[in-house]
Every structure is written in C-alpha cells, then in structure tokens.
C-alpha cells in the first residue's frame, strides 16, 4: 500500500501509526530515493506500506513528483491511500483526479475533518464515496482515529479484483477527439508498463520527461504527433478545465461551505491578534507576562536551590572531608558541587521562560 498526499496532509502521522517500530529504508532499482517503508498486519495479511514523499501533483517539475509517479507506475502498488486534508478538500481534489489517470486503485483517507467542523466545512463522507465511486475513510490521524479502517479497506479493495469503477475526471469536451488521435498514434510505440491513455494524457499537457521519453521511439510517426501538439497547445487549459470541473461537482455534492461572513472562533481571535495595533499590544504584554513569571517564580527557585543544594552540599562535603587531600577536596565541593550545582540552580528561570 502506497501513501500518498500533498505536504502536512498528516500522511507520516498514518504512516506511523500503522507501522509503529516495523520501519525501514525502502530501495528500488534505478533509483537513488529511499522513502520510508514498513509493515503491519490487517485481517491476518502482512501489508508492506510505502511513505512516498509529499507532492501537490504528478508533474514532472520536482524531484518529488517524479519519484512519487514513477514509483506508482513501475512498482505498481496494489493500492493508493491518498491523505487529504478535509479543511482544503478543493486543492486536495486534484491530485485525486491525476491519480485516477492511472491504472491504481485507490481509496480516500479524509483527515482533519474534526477541524474542518470547527471551521464549519460540513463534508458528507458517504455522498463523497457515492460520488467519487471510491471508499472515503473520514480520519482524525493525529489521534490515531480511523487509521485501522483506512488500512482494511485497502487490504478489502486489493483483495477484489474487480468491482472498482471510480469516477474519472475527462478532459473537456472540445478536445477529445485529440486526445484520442493521439492515443491511436502512440499506442505501438509506448513502453511498458506505462498506461497508454495516461502517456497521451501526458503527451497532451507537455510534460517534457514523457515527450523525451517518446520521440525517439515514435520514429517516423513523430512528426504527425508533433503537428498535434503545436495545433493544440492550449490543450492544457482543456485537461485542467475538465478536472476543475469534476472537482466542482464532488464538491457541490458532498461539501456545504460555511456561509458568507460566517466566523469561527479562530476567525474572532485573528481579527485581534493579528490586528497592526492590538496584536502588536498583545505580544508586549505576552512577552511581559512570561518575563515576569520567569522571574517571579524562578527567582526564588533559584536562591532556595542555592541556598540549600549548592552552599548546604558544599559545608556537608567540606566536613566530610576534612582528613582527605586538599585536591580532591577542591574537585569535589568546588569543582562538582559548586560547578554542576550552579547550572542546576538556572533550571527554575530556563523550564519556565
């Protein structure tokens, strides 16, 4: 099982709950990447999950994006976790809909939804599954809530062969017939294991580690797709359209938004916290109030531990030691106690600042 999600999605905080001490440096051929692997067991199988790094989409413009696509193409895991983050579900919703290009199946671990409530984004789990036509695990990963039904579906949904049909998103409707003219003039040509429709899907966008990896082995045939491409090179625009158009309507099916000028408790505090005078006010007087405690209770720690730890433990060692050398007399009350003493009594003003 291969996690996926954009950065602080709480992907890792799934990853780490699943797995627990079971993890270690994963490898695989031709790459110089280690992303984090474990194991665990679910409904008596030994699942092997992959931490792949955080990424916002399958391009091929970070090192990140490269490594999480490759990873699913060439080692072709037998699911996604996809992590998102309920309180950003729109921008979330993308990668989803990059992932559903290709040939994995997929299920949908909706985390924060607790706080996604607090900032009154109602999200309808079941009416999201119904129309996704994927399992939507609602998750509260920080505190581990969820976590153990997110893995069985996975382990459930690799188990059944067929039975995934999802809702793809398609690109828009005026460049279709593009798309698939581009798909009869690459189909020969594409290596395995990439998907065919996903490579022309690619090929569509411009995405130049695809378009290198094909114009040497299209041959004779590059010219007529090359034509393509310069005739339609908005075709971007149409690909990332019918995507935006599919999340709308996830969107406008499952999420209810709060409604205009609504505010949250967060909302109320920002408006002063934040304010270029009264935030300003309310850091002094923060800044203050730790200062003041900082003294006013470490102070008093400090002299008691002086008073009765430092000088108390040096009289005592001093008349223990009368008939012993006066060196390690020296070692010991000036040197550990009066030495290691003095740091001990700064504890009191260093724990509470």
Same mark, same amino acid.
């Given at each position: 099982?291969?996690?996926?999600?954009?950065?602080?999605?709480?992907?890792?905080?799934?990853?780490?709950?699943?797995?627990?001490?079971?993890?270690?440096?994963?490898?695989?051929?031709?790459?110089?990447?280690?992303?984090?692997?474990?194991?665990?067991?679910?409904?008596?199988?030994?699942?092997?999950?992959?931490?792949?790094?955080?990424?916002?989409?399958?391009?091929?413009?970070?090192?990140?994006?490269?490594?999480?696509?490759?990873?699913?193409?060439?080692?072709?895991?037998?699911?996604?976790?996809?992590?998102?983050?309920?309180?950003?579900?729109?921008?979330?919703?993308?990668?989803?809909?990059?992932?559903?290009?290709?040939?994995?199946?997929?299920?949908?671990?909706?985390?924060?939804?607790?706080?996604?409530?607090?900032?009154?984004?109602?999200?309808?789990?079941?009416?999201?599954?119904?129309?996704?036509?994927?399992?939507?695990?609602?998750?509260?990963?920080?505190?581990?809530?969820?976590?153990?039904?997110?893995?069985?579906?996975?382990?459930?949904?690799?188990?059944?062969?067929?039975?995934?049909?999802?809702?793809?998103?398609?690109?828009?409707?005026?460049?279709?017939?593009?798309?698939?003219?581009?798909?009869?003039?690459?189909?020969?040509?594409?290596?395995?294991?990439?998907?065919?429709?996903?490579? &022309?899907?690619? !090929?569509?966008?411009? *995405? +130049?580690?695809?378009?290198?990896?094909? @114009? %040497? /082995?299209? #041959?004779?045939?590059?010219?007529?797709?090359?034509?393509?491409?310069?005739?339609?090179?908005?075709?971007?625009?149409?690909?990332?359209?019918?995507?935006?158009?599919?999340?709308?309507?996830?969107?406008?099916?499952?999420?209810?938004?709060?409604? &205009?000028?609504? !505010?949250?408790?967060? *909302? +109320?505090?920002?408006?002063?916290?934040? @304010? %270029? /005078?009264? #935030?300003?006010?309310?850091?002094?007087?923060?800044?203050?109030?730790?200062?003041?405690?900082?003294?006013?209770?470490?102070?008093?720690?400090?002299?008691?531990?002086?008073?009765?730890?430092?000088?108390?433990?040096?009289?005592?060692?001093?008349?223990?030691?009368?008939?012993?050398?006066?060196?390690?007399?020296?070692?010991?009350?000036?040197?550990?106690?009066? #030495?290691?003493?003095?740091?001990?009594?700064?504890?009191?003003?260093?724990?509470?600042?």
């Amino acid at each position: 099982i291969a996690l996926v999600g954009q950065p602080n999605v709480g992907k890792s905080s799934v990853f780490n709950d699943l797995t627990g001490q079971a993890q270690y440096v994963s490898n695989w051929p031709g790459k110089t990447s280690e992303p984090k692997a474990g194991n665990c067991d679910a409904q008596g199988r030994s699942v092997q999950v992959i931490d792949l790094p955080g990424t916002y989409s399958l391009g091929a413009n970070s090192t990140e994006e490269r490594m999480v696509r490759d990873f699913l193409i060439h080692q072709q895991p037998d699911v996604v976790a996809l992590i998102v983050n309920a309180t950003a579900l729109e921008r979330n919703l993308y990668l989803l809909a990059e992932l559903l290009a290709l040939p994995v199946k997929i299920v949908l671990g909706l985390n924060m939804v607790d706080i996604a409530t607090q900032q009154g984004i109602i999200i309808e789990p079941h009416v999201l599954e119904a129309a996704l036509g994927l399992s939507v695990i609602p998750l509260n990963a920080s505190r581990s809530q969820g976590v153990e039904e997110l893995i069985q579906a996975s382990v459930c949904l690799a188990a059944q062969p067929y039975g995934y049909v999802p809702n793809r998103p398609e690109i828009r409707a005026d460049h279709r017939d593009v798309l698939e003219e581009l798909q009869r003039l690459i189909t020969p040509f594409v290596p395995q294991p990439y998907p065919v429709d996903w490579t &022309a899907l690619k !090929l569509l966008e411009g *995405d +130049r580690q695809i378009t290198e990896m094909l @114009h %040497p /082995l299209l #041959g004779e045939q590059w010219p007529a797709v090359h034509d393509i491409l310069m005739q339609h090179e908005d075709a971007v625009l149409a690909i990332a359209g019918g995507r935006y158009e599919w999340i709308a309507r996830m969107m406008r099916a499952a999420v209810t938004q709060p409604r &205009a000028g609504q !505010l949250t408790l967060t *909302d +109320r505090i920002d408006r002063v916290a934040t @304010h %270029p /005078l009264w #935030g300003m006010l309310i850091l002094v007087g923060i800044l203050g109030l730790l200062f003041w405690l900082t003294y006013a209770l470490g102070t008093p720690l400090q002299t008691w531990l002086d008073v009765h730890l430092v000088q108390a433990g040096s009289l005592w060692a001093q008349a223990q030691m009368q008939a012993a050398p006066p060196w390690l007399t020296g070692l010991l009350v000036n040197g550990m106690i009066a #030495g290691v003493g003095t740091v001990l009594t700064l504890l009191p003003v260093l724990l509470i600042f």
